[in-house]
Nanobody, 125 residues
Framework: QVQLVESGGGLVQAGGSLRLSCAAS????????MGWFRQAPGKEREFVAA????????YYADSVKGRFTISRDNAKNTGYLQMDSLKPEDTAVYYC??????????????????WGQGTQVTVSS
């Protein structure tokens, strides 16, 4: 089992940027397919982005495509979510997640077995 810890959240004005980090420990990070999800108050957790084990393929929700970039540094056991052109509707708790293989259901939270505790992102208008 891998342990995940997110960091980098905070308060930012609309149009600004944040970079979230997801530090992994417990097993070789490159063994894991990684994703980012978010949950706004009163809403269900939703898919944001995902990346294959060595970064060869990335996937994005339509709502963030062109504004967010997912990446990873396996040597540092860390995944990242660069968020640019932030909007108030991006306000949510952001979670990183991992699974040991690619899944065609990567957009579903049920496809992931390991989760971090989340980091709050607040975008003011």
């Amino acid at each position: 089992q891998v342990q995940l810890v997110e960091s980098g959240g905070g308060l930012v004005q609309a149009g600004g940027s944040l970079r979230l980090s997801c530090a992994a420990s417990g097993r070789t990070f490159s063994s894991y397919f990684m994703g980012w999800f978010r949950q706004a108050p009163g809403k269900e957790r939703e898919f944001v982005a995902a990346i294959t084990r060595y970064g060869g393929s990335t996937y994005y929700a339509d709502s963030v495509k062109g504004r967010f970039t997912i990446s990873r540094d396996n040597a540092k056991n860390t995944g990242y979510l660069q968020m640019d052109s932030l909007k108030p509707e991006d306000t949510a708790v952001y979670y990183c997640a991992a699974r040991t293989s690619y899944s065609s259901n990567y957009y579903s939270e049920h496809a992931f077995g390991s989760w971090g505790q989340g980091t709050q992102v607040t975008v003011s208008s």
